[in-house]
């Protein structure tokens, strides 16, 4: 009797855990009977997996933070390469978190363990001398943005772009007037001709407490000219909003009148005439709702020293690396203030050629980003690697 496939996965963060979820159960369809063990949060468990590690031990954010939890990493890989070593998975589905598991693939590819990559690093941004060595360590990469495939060219490694995740998530909500599935709005009782606002300051701790301050000063002095304007903090969870909460609470005068909103992202977006958000995945989120933007980003001053010497690309926000231009305005670290926050972001409240413009554009990366299906053609690529490993085994 065939033993049932095994993987061994790790998604190292919140994100990682809800696009890896997506592929588990697009993979159960082709293999009901897989067992997956590894590093995961509420979303993997759901779909299924054996939960080693939670994303809630793992994500860690910035120099300081690595430093400050190496121990733990480190007890970790070592956990996860023992477990490697005798449960024997088929292949190991490394999601994300760069830091951990392009040094976790070196290893799992010594132990003659097949290796699938999904969702690519950003090494064509910050670190181009890693790409020979994912040639080497990794055997598939599942990239989910158009330019990367052409990054790996010239290298043996078998790269296909599936798709963008987020495609599916906002198609139905962006069809549907980016209304909440209740059909109510955030706010029934706010001006129907009053800008309103929405503010993503990110998803971890550290982001918030550095993003997040100016975002709040920046919402004060914009109420100022629009008495009437709705500001909405979106928090893709309550854990989150209870952290923007206390945030919050240590701000000055004004941000007590910011809406804390949990789990409503997409609408919030929807509804938005404009939004300040956290370089990263909400940028793309911002741009499939059809919502202009200002890119934002502030953390901690060696982190971003750091990353200034290692970052190769012109612009820090995904949704500007794809469409190769300046196409939002970004306030990144001492420019993220609350005077240029708000000069950045009031052409796009109301009618004008900025944003008419920076809308044209967020069609242009909607249509880069393909039609859907990201998580079944990703399945679809790690089914057909349990086959290789099936086959070589026999």
Not at 166 to 182: I, M, N, W
Request: charged share 25%; with cysteine.
């Amino acid at each position: 009797m065939n033993k049932p496939p095994r993987i061994l996965l790790i998604a190292g963060e919140v994100s990682g855990d809800m696009r890896a979820a997506e592929l588990v159960r697009a993979l159960r369809k082709l293999h009901p009977d897989v067992e997956i063990f590894g590093i995961g949060g509420d979303n993997l468990r759901a779909a299924g997996m054996e939960i080693v590690y939670d994303v809630r031990d793992t994500a860690v954010l910035g120099l300081f933070e690595v430093l400050r939890r190496y121990r733990f990493l480190r007890r970790m890989f070592n956990d996860l390469l023992r477990l490697a070593r005798t449960r024997q998975p088929d292949l190991a589905l490394l999601v994300d978190y760069p830091g951990f598991n392009l040094r976790f693939a070196r290893r799992a590819h010594a132990l003659d363990l097949r290796v699938v990559y999904y969702i690519c690093p950003q090494v064509w941004a910050w670190h181009r001398a890693r790409i020979p060595e994912m040639a080497r360590n990794v055997d598939r990469l599942l990239t989910i943005f158009p330019f990367e495939p052409a990054v790996f060219a010239g290298t043996p490694l078998r790269v296909e772009f599936v798709g963008h995740p987020l495609v599916d998530e906002t198609r139905a909500a962006r069809e549907a007037g980016a209304k909440a599935e209740s059909g109510e709005r955030i706010n029934e009782e706010h001006p129907s001709r009053a800008p309103r606002i929405a503010l993503l300051p990110g998803s971890r701790r550290q982001e918030i407490e550095n993003i997040l301050p100016a975002l709040a000063a920046a919402a004060n002095r914009l109420a100022r000219q629009y008495p009437r304007a709705d500001f909405s903090i979106a928090a893709p969870s309550e854990e989150v909003a209870v952290i923007a909460r206390r945030v919050l609470a240590r701000c000055a005068a004004g941000a007590a009148r910011l809406n804390v909103v949990a789990g409503r992202t997409r609408e919030i977006l929807g509804q938005a005439d404009a939004a300040w958000v956290a370089s990263g995945t909400a940028t793309i989120e911002a741009a499939m709702m059809n919502c202009p933007m200002v890119v934002v980003y502030r953390t901690h001053w060696t982190t971003y020293l750091l990353g200034r010497c290692l970052i190769r690309v012109p612009f820090l926000g995904m949704v500007n690396v794809i469409a190769g231009r300046a196409l939002c305005p970004e306030l990144i670290q001492q420019n993220c203030t609350p005077v240029r926050l708000v000069q950045a972001i009031k052409p796009l409240l109301t009618p004008s050629p900025q944003r008419d413009a920076m809308r044209s554009g967020l069609a242009e990366i909607r249509q880069a980003l393909g039609g859907g299906g990201a998580a079944d053609r990703a399945a679809a690529a790690v089914a057909e690697e349990l086959a290789h490993a099936s086959a070589k085994r026999a």
